[in-house]
């Protein structure tokens, strides 16, 4: 690759996007000097990118500078193109040339709730929407991740720490009295319990009962629980199967914006 002669030139914001497969698909962070100095003497910096097809350009490295000047409502940027980069080279390029990865949930979820903000408030469809297709990151994902700032700080500090998992914050969520949260989160944390027992554990708390969650039942069918993971992960909500009566529920949290990933999924787009 470094054989090949680099290509600089300016395109505009909206033809540039994320790399999906860049690690973990964090959003880098955009350093308030960084921004400073944009709004004073424009972008400086090319963007790192590959040429998808024609318009259309896939950030590889420098995506600060890029999502400064969008935030800034400038329309171009610098660019230097990266001609034959391969998808099995993508991750590493991205690595390299970004220090500025978010490694921690919340401070993603603090970084997709102010590019939200900017693009006209967490509530609004169209700015999830708006930010979905800026970052490569999907409606559901965004939304799930903001929906970690609901938490309380202290709950919040469990998961920064690495003590309570991203997967159990998102299910203590859907609780919506801090108290409950709170209460849930020491439990989950004092008794290890696993993803399938909090949810049990939720479940419980949301009918007033906060007894200690069962590591979840020995007699569940495996197939059942494969798939309702792999609904849960296609439609980007909690869905749980009872085989017993044959009923299917989907939780969406009350967020309108997982709502709405969900309808789309299924082919509901005209509401």
């Not at 698909?25 to 090319?46: D, M």
């Not at 708390?205 to 609904?231: H, K, Q, S, V, W």
Request: net charge negative; hydrophobic share 40%; proline share 6%.
């Amino acid at each position: 690759m470094d054989g090949h002669a680099r290509m600089s030139e300016w395109r505009g914001i909206d033809e540039l996007h994320l790399s999906p497969l860049r690690p973990g698909r964090s959003v880098p962070k955009v350093p308030a000097r960084l921004l400073e100095a944009i709004r004073r003497h424009g972008p400086i910096a090319p963007v790192v990118v590959r040429r998808v097809r024609e318009h259309h350009y896939e950030i590889l490295g420098n995506a600060e500078t890029w999502l400064a000047a969008q935030r800034l409502g400038q329309e171009r940027v610098p660019v230097e193109v990266l001609p034959d980069v391969e998808d099995e080279d993508v991750a590493a390029i991205v690595e390299a040339t970004t220090p500025g990865l978010a490694e921690n949930p919340l401070e993603e979820a603090r970084h997709l709730a102010e590019r939200l903000d900017d693009l006209g408030g967490r509530s609004r469809w169209g700015a999830t929407r708006r930010l979905a297709a800026t970052t490569g990151l999907s409606r559901s994902y965004i939304s799930h991740a903001v929906r970690l700032l609901r938490l309380p700080d202290d709950v919040q500090e469990l998961v920064r720490s690495g003590r309570l998992g991203v997967g159990h914050a998102k299910l203590l969520v859907g609780l919506r009295d801090p108290g409950a949260q709170r209460a849930a989160a020491r439990r989950i944390v004092a008794e290890g319990l696993s993803v399938r027992a909090t949810e049990t554990l939720v479940r419980d708390a949301r009918n007033g009962d906060l007894a200690p969650a069962a590591a979840g039942p020995e007699e569940a069918d495996p197939d059942i629980l494969r798939l309702e993971r792999t609904l849960s992960d296609t439609l980007g909500c909690m869905v749980r199967i009872r085989a017993a009566d044959g009923t299917l529920t989907r939780d969406y949290g009350g967020d309108l914006d997982v709502l709405d990933g969900v309808l789309r999924r299924i082919g509901i787009t005209d509401f």
